[in-house]
């Protein structure tokens, strides 16, 4: 199996070097990531200038193709030219997968996010695409990278025992994770929690009297939660799994055609 392995954090990320040594032996991986921190980019691509690229040696294990893009420029250039200079005309990888995230990626937060994007862009191509996050603590420090990959390997070796199908995403968030020995936790399949999150803007002014706002907020808090959804099984120290699906159409497509063609 080839694996086209990316993220939005950024090439130097410590997220994608643990998740690259904890995915050795699944199959043969190319790394195509962004060269510098694309989080929170949601599914931009780039159209108005060049994408540069540069080999990076990030660590004595791990090297890949540093993109100056965004997360999903980094698939659809992975897979639509450098795969073909790699493995000769139509090509593709087997698997995209994407992360880990220094952060959960969970409720609307999917929509925001460059790691869910990068996968989401794989499976719009026709490639099963697996999505990857952490959930981090209150003291980031203690966070155990390492373990924390591992525990997102065994997940996502769950979900290969059974067929992806190739247009649909896996989104998997690890639940904090501060000791390196910390044991696997179950996993809890569960659909996204689509509250809005609690944040907002803080009022400032600059040195030369302009006011600007800055975001506050954590991103992790949300007006509301329903049973059986990723926020709340996070919360409770589950491996969430969701899966995904790019196509935005509303259930009501029905109702909305009776409506305009007057019946």
């Known amino acids: 199996m080839r694996i086209l392995l990316t993220n939005d954090d950024g090439i130097d990320a410590p997220g994608i070097e643990a998740l690259f040594d904890a995915i050795q032996g699944l ?35 791990m090297a890949g193709i540093a ?111 501060e000791r390196a020995d910390a044991p696997v936790p179950p996993i809890r399949v569960v659909r996204m929690n689509v509250a809005a999150g609690i944040d907002g803007y803080e009022r400032r002014v600059a040195p030369d009297g302009r006011p600007y706002y800055w975001p506050n907020g954590n991103g992790m808090e949300f007006f509301h939660t329903a049973e059986d959804t990723d926020v709340e099984a996070l919360a409770e120290r589950f491996i969430t799994v969701t899966p995904l699906f790019y196509d935005l159409t509303d259930a009501s497509l029905g109702a909305w055609r009776a409506r305009l063609d007057g019946r």
């Open 27 to 61: 199959g043969e991986i190319r790394v195509v990531a962004p060269a510098d921190m694309q989080s929170a980019s949601s599914h931009g691509i780039t159209f108005h200038r060049p994408l540069m690229v540069a080999e990076k040696r990030v660590n004595p294990r």
């Open 67 to 177: 993109v100056e893009g965004r997360p999903a420029d980094c698939v659809k250039l992975g897979m639509r030219a450098l795969w073909q200079e790699w493995y000769g005309p139509g090509t593709r990888p087997d698997l995209v997968i994407s992360g880990m995230n220094a952060g959960a990626n969970v409720g609307i937060n999917c929509i925001y996010s460059g790691t869910v994007a990068a996968a989401v862009e794989g499976a719009f191509l026709g490639v099963p695409a697996i999505a990857v996050s952490l959930h981090l603590g209150r003291n980031r420090k203690e966070t155990q990278y390492a373990r924390a990959a591992q525990i997102a390997r065994a997940a996502i070796d769950r979900v290969l025992q059974h067929p992806l199908d190739a247009h649909r995403v896996i989104n998997i968030n690890v639940p904090v994770t």
